[in-house]
């Protein structure tokens, strides 16, 4: 089946740095998502991508969709202490009816 | 607000009991979902649902069932099969499942069992 690794699977980093993580498919996606969620509730999504080439932003995230589209990334950018959480991708193969989660990314920030 | 509730938060049950657990959405989306995510993993795939009186089993449907007898309601319930129901459980909708398939989550149920 369709699997997504998700990288790194965790972070630490400084209030202010820039974080980047990706996602990478062993397949073809149509669609990739990024969601964020703290602990106890439930994933919010930051950024969805339909085309591959694709770059959105949503504040001081910034998301690619990759030119193979296997994979995508996340960055983002002056990192502040709200951003801590687990961020996860989300893809979806055309014709599936289905969304991959990959494993997650533990965002951790030292003030 | 549009959004969805989730209920309970949080849901202790004894072994062997069956227990259902609660989505409603307002956002008038077709299609809803059940996952199960354990401490440091993904998500999980147990059930979804495309159209009202219409589901499909996820990846790890055993030991659940659903019904989908509203447009917005779309409730699981955890039978005594399910070997390791203690998980925290998260309903998500959107508009449909083949195309911009964006899925908005609940806040979750988080179930114990004792």
């Known amino acids: 089946g369709q699997q997504l690794n998700q990288s790194p699977q965790s972070m630490f980093i400084q209030e202010g740095e820039d974080v980047s993580m990706n996602c990478t498919s062993s397949s073809i996606f149509n669609t990739w998502l990024w969601y964020k969620q703290d602990p106890g509730e439930g994933p919010v999504l930051l950024i969805a991508l339909y085309k591959a080439g694709e770059l959105t932003s949503n504040g001081r995230l910034t998301a690619q969709f990759g030119i193979t589209r296997k994979d995508s990334f996340l960055n983002i950018s002056a990192s502040i202490p709200s951003d801590v959480g687990i961020y996860f991708c989300a893809g979806q193969a055309q014709g599936a009816q289905k969304l991959v989660f990959g494993q997650g990314t533990r965002l951790t920030i030292n003030p | 607000d549009g959004g969805i509730t989730q209920s309970p938060k949080y849901l202790f049950r004894k072994e062997g009991q069956n227990v259902t657990l609660s989505c409603e959405q307002n956002l008038n989306h077709d299609a809803m979902y059940w996952y199960r995510q354990d401490p440091g993993q993904g998500l999980r795939l147990i059930y979804y649902?495309?159209?009202?009186?219409?589901?499909q089993k996820g990846d790890i449907a055993e030991g659940y069932s659903v019904s989908r007898e509203k447009k917005e309601s779309f409730p699981l319930t955890v039978t005594s099969a399910q070997k390791n129901p203690t998980a925290f459980y998260l309903c998500a909708s959107s508009q449909g499942v083949f195309i911009y398939n964006e899925q908005f989550f609940g806040p979750g149920t988080r179930l114990t069992v004792l």
């Open positions: 649902s495309q159209i009202v009186n219409d589901f």
